[in-house]
């Protein structure tokens, strides 16, 4: 067989390993060689050295072993390089990751030995009278021995690079590294070193433009004088790894969207800790998800000011087992209250919660509760066993479609729930309370929103009744905030599952928006709110920017590996029972007030007399008790007069 080039050669080399004889032997099992086998082939390489002088110094009619007892010589210098191969644990490493650190050991080693030898040939010459080696020779032997021992190492971790390593791995990905700092090169040796691999490594992308000339780990530095996807097909790369953490939201952004526009994959990876191996390193690549392109800036808490309100102290969290009533929950185990109390109706997903959470932190006390907010006898027995401090209240109906065919429950579990805890928490002496409200429930065009909203007044028109008779009365506090990226029954997940499928992705209108945050976002600022609040606030969070549903949906089947509309499918579906196409923050009338977090505002709504509150509330809970869906909705409409229905059978009621 002819090798007419280096690819050639790999490919005959690749036929040569796979079809060794021997059923046994599989070349992707292939592990790492065993020391005495490095040790056995460092002794052959030192004896090939030896045979190599010894025939050079013949050549020249001289002899490298001088006068008899040749034995006696050659056992001196094997054991002399055999200790400081010892000494030096030059066969310790593994081969097919040798670096310069293994050259810099087998350089004193040899020179140890050569030093020595020559140490012993000196003291026989002229002590004993007796020559045992050309003292020339044995200055020149460890050069020959370096080159051998160190060039086999080369060539091993050649061949394991290029030829076992992607049988064992399959096919590679051609991949450029985005970033040319110690970060970059953390992240390649990591890849490097992976087993199975993924990835081939073709180079770095530099934005600064100031390598361009230059190499790292022999791979080329590129200019980013082009578009990123110009310079990746140029160069045959099929993904983009994110390794530069300089980068702002939104040059990430352009980056994904640039990359995605020609199907090529982009991943990202946190920054680099210098305790990390690189096999956890390799491990913390993933693709971009929908998450990392929000353009949002971290959030900054004051850690202080929540630690103050919560450590030692006995919180309740309702709809505990939930997205956001979970999430709460693991925050507040960095507060170090006293007892945690976890507080649902659905009994598997509390449970799982539970046994996280005890993984978590042993040393705060965890109580599980099952009850249900719309059962007062129940919750008034919670609050007298356990007295809490706080509550975080985000148990709560939240499906807008559902709740538009159920008003009673939405009634039932928004706004009776709401109000059992609000009562009791002012009869028990709870310090504060924080419910987490919705967007939706800013001029509602659906049940779900207006209910939401209906509990809005109520707790905030209890805090100022209250506060007339009693300084020290419960405070009660209100969050505000939108759609939560990942949380149960939102499209991220929903997308997800369709993609998973195969399509169609289906999204209810091409010109519908929301904003979005992720659930950490949600949950850090609701503790934050927490903290600041004195009584009566409803908060407000920056959403961010809002975000097309539609250009989601395309996103993340890009993200996917899929070409919308080619290979996945969107479908509009139509705009769902009382869904909007855009959502809001603020009614009309609001305005809003700043807080030392640039974060948080607090919304100014009109604060309702409690007298007129509570008798409407009442009310429409007895509406509900008779499940009438009509005289429920349009008592709902008086209660909230913003509330106007949309793509909904309850659009009679506001003609009326």
């Not at 390489?45 to 034995?71: H, P, Q, R």
């Not at 080369?154 to 030829?163: A, D, R, S």
């Not at 530095?221 to 980068?247: F, H, N, P, T, Y």
């Not at 109706?345 to 907010?373: F, G, R, V, W, Y």
Request: aromatic share 10%; charged share 20%; glycine share 4%.
């Amino acid at each position: 067989m002819e090798i007419k080039d280096k690819a050639n050669f790999k490919s005959v080399i690749r036929q040569i390993l796979q079809s060794t004889a021997g059923s046994n032997f599989n070349i992707k099992n292939l592990g790492y060689l065993p020391r005495w086998v490095i040790l056995l082939l460092d002794i052959a390489a030192i004896a090939m050295s030896c045979a190599f002088t010894y025939f050079v110094f013949l050549w020249l009619s001289l002899d490298f072993f001088k006068g008899e007892n040749y034995s006696l010589k050659l056992v001196l210098y094997f054991g002399v390089n055999i200790f400081f191969f010892w000494w030096f644990k030059t066969y310790a490493g593994i081969i097919r990751h040798s670096s310069f650190i293994d050259a810099i050991k087998i350089f004193f080693s040899l020179a140890f030995s050569t030093a020595v030898l020559v140490f012993i040939d000196v003291v026989s010459k002229y002590v004993f009278k007796y020559d045992l080696y050309i003292t020339i020779a044995l200055i020149l032997n460890p050069l020959f021995s370096f080159f051998l021992l160190f060039s086999y190492r080369v060539l091993v971790k050649q061949v394991f690079e290029n030829i076992v390593k992607p049988i064992q791995g399959g096919k590679l990905v051609n991949a450029l590294i985005y970033g040319a700092d110690a970060n970059a090169i953390s992240i390649t040796n990591a890849l490097n070193a992976e087993i199975p691999s993924r990835f081939k490594i073709l180079g770095f992308i530099d934005k600064y433009n100031l390598n361009d000339t230059k190499r790292i780990l022999n791979l080329p530095i590129v200019s980013q004088k082009k578009k990123i996807s110009v310079i990746m097909r140029s160069m045959g790369a099929e993904a983009l790894i994110v390794a530069d953490k300089s980068l702002s939201k939104e040059e990430q952004m352009i980056i994904v969207d640039d990359c995605l526009e020609y199907n090529l994959k982009v991943y990202t990876v946190p920054l680099i800790t210098d305790w990390e191996n690189q096999q956890e390193i390799s491990k913390k690549i993933k693709s971009f998800q929908i998450e990392d392109l929000l353009d949002r800036k971290p959030i900054v808490l004051d850690n202080k000011l929540i630690s103050n309100q919560i450590q030692n102290k006995t919180i309740l969290v309702t709809g505990a087992a939930g997205s956001i009533g979970s999430e709460i929950v693991r925050q507040l185990l960095n507060f170090e209250p006293e007892k945690l109390l976890i507080l649902d109706q659905a009994e598997s997903p509390l449970h799982d919660l539970t046994l996280e959470i005890q993984k978590l932190n042993n040393k705060i006390e965890i109580i599980s509760l099952i009850a249900d907010i719309r059962d007062k006898n129940g919750i008034a027995r919670i609050l007298e066993m356990y007295k809490p401090h706080l509550i975080y209240h985000a148990a709560a109906y939240k499906h807008v479609p559902l709740m538009e065919e159920n008003p009673s429950q939405a009634i039932f579990a928004n706004v009776m729930g709401t109000k059992n805890l609000a009562d009791l928490a002012v009869e028990f002496g709870v310090e504060k309370f924080v419910m987490v409200s919705t967007d939706k429930a800013v001029n509602p065009s659906n049940v779900m929103g207006a209910s939401k909203r209906i509990a809005e007044k109520y707790v905030q028109s209890l805090f100022f009744n209250e506060l007339k008779s009693n300084s020290d009365t419960t405070k009660f506090i209100t969050t505000r905030f939108g759609n939560v990226l990942g949380s149960n029954g939102s499209v991220v997940p929903l997308f997800s599952k369709q993609i998973a499928e195969g399509g169609p992705v289906t999204i209810t209108h091409e010109e519908i928006i929301r904003y979005f945050m992720t659930i950490p976002e949600a949950c850090q600022l609701v503790l934050e709110a927490g903290g600041m609040g004195n009584g009566g606030e409803i908060y407000i969070f920056d959403m961010g920017k809002p975000v097309k549903i539609y250009d989601l949906a395309k996103k993340m089947i890009r993200l996917a590996g899929y070409v919308p509309e080619k290979e996945i499918k969107i479908k509009v579906v139509g705009l769902r029972p009382g869904e909007k196409l855009y959502e809001e923050l603020l009614t009309d009338q609001s305005k809003t007030l700043p807080t030392h977090h640039e974060k948080i505002m607090i919304a100014q709504e009109v604060i309702e007399k409690f007298e007129n509150i509570d008798q409407d509330v009442s009310e429409v809970m007895q509406l509900a008790q008779n499940y009438e869906a009509n005289l429920i909705v349009a008592k709902m409409k008086q209660i909230v007069p913003e509330y106007i229905s949309l793509n909904s059978s309850f659009e009679i009621l506001d003609t009326k």
